[in-house]
């Protein structure tokens, strides 16, 4: 355990993307696995994107980078980090936006 932690503790921008993107796709599959076991509990033939829309689910799951972000700037001072964060946060939030306005809601 104290291995990984070790790795996670770098102040480079490569750093930052790959936490950037590993902790969104991991969120987006607890909370479409979530949504999917409701429906199964319930017993609806109803599919989890016709219940949430995929924009939804992929906003939400950008919420952890704001934290993940904050902690790699001001606790840890890793500028770098944070800058990749950021990148891929945005570059999600474009994706949403995008999705959002071509597909509707």
Do not use: C
Not at 55 to 73: A, C
Not at 74 to 85: A, E, N, Q, V
Request: charged letters at 15%.
């Amino acid at each position: 355990m104290r291995n990984w932690m070790e790795k996670l503790r770098k102040d480079s921008l490569w750093m930052g993307i790959l936490l950037a993107t590993l902790v969104p796709a991991i969120t987006f599959g607890i909370i479409y696995g979530v949504l999917a076991l409701i429906i199964w509990a319930t017993g609806k033939e109803v599919g989890v994107l016709e219940l949430v829309s995929a924009q939804k689910i992929i906003l939400l799951s950008i919420i952890p980078n704001i934290f993940i972000m904050r902690h790699y700037l001001l606790k840890l001072k890793y500028d770098y980090t944070g800058r990749g964060i950021l990148l891929v946060t945005f570059i999600i939030a474009i994706i949403f936006v995008v999705m959002e306005f071509t597909m509707g809601s």
